[in-house]
């Protein structure tokens, strides 16, 4: 319950049960079938958590969904792991998101740029980022644009290739529309 409860904490505070399920395949990968999780051994592991008010489920259309039931429980699960460790399940898990949910990405992109930034995956986290801060400039969440165009710049103003690979130009002129919008 324990291994389970740090890679929900990766995942987020509030998280899919498939993306669980993948990610907790991706860790068993390889192992002898003794040490490996199946399916019901997750689910087991899941009713063991809910019964000691670590998580409950949040929902279960459009399809299963669980939240840890304090921010406090997620975040001392996530730092009982490593920061190794952390780096690498952050990546199977905006690998796990893109490849479960390629038709929904758009939706994800704020998810998937703190995943790959976390993944110290600096190309994919800004081109993520620039996503999140469109979509967010579209729907008129001024605010948060301009929180993931800062922070898209200040990554990108650390890559060693950054004017040819991002525009840091284009980036400054994104963030100086939601300026002058609001």
């Given amino acids: 319950p324990k291994r389970v409860l740090q890679l929900a904490a990766v995942i987020g505070r509030v998280f899919l049960y498939r993306v669980l399920v993948a990610i907790a395949a991706i860790q068993t990968e390889g192992r002898p079938a003794a040490v490996a999780w199946g399916e019901g051994e997750l689910d087991q592991y899941l009713l063991t958590l809910q019964r000691q008010e670590m998580i409950r489920e949040r929902a279960r259309v459009p399809e299963l969904e669980y939240i840890f039931k304090h921010h406090l429980t997620q975040e001392a699960a996530y730092n009982g792991l490593l920061k190794k460790d952390r780096r690498v399940f952050h990546r199977q898990v905006a690998e796990t998101l893109e490849r479960l949910y390629p038709d929904r990405l758009e939706e994800q992109v704020g998810m998937l740029a703190h995943h790959w930034e976390r993944a110290e995956e600096p190309e994919k986290a800004i081109h993520y980022l620039l996503r999140a801060a469109d979509r967010a400039h579209r729907l008129g969440a001024s605010l948060e644009a301009i ?18 690979v991002f525009g840091l130009h284009r980036i400054h002129e994104r963030l100086g529309d939601v300026y002058l919008e609001i």
């Fill in 147 to 164: 929180a993931f165009y800062q922070l898209a710049l200040q990554k990108a103003m650390d890559l060693k290739t950054t004017a040819d």
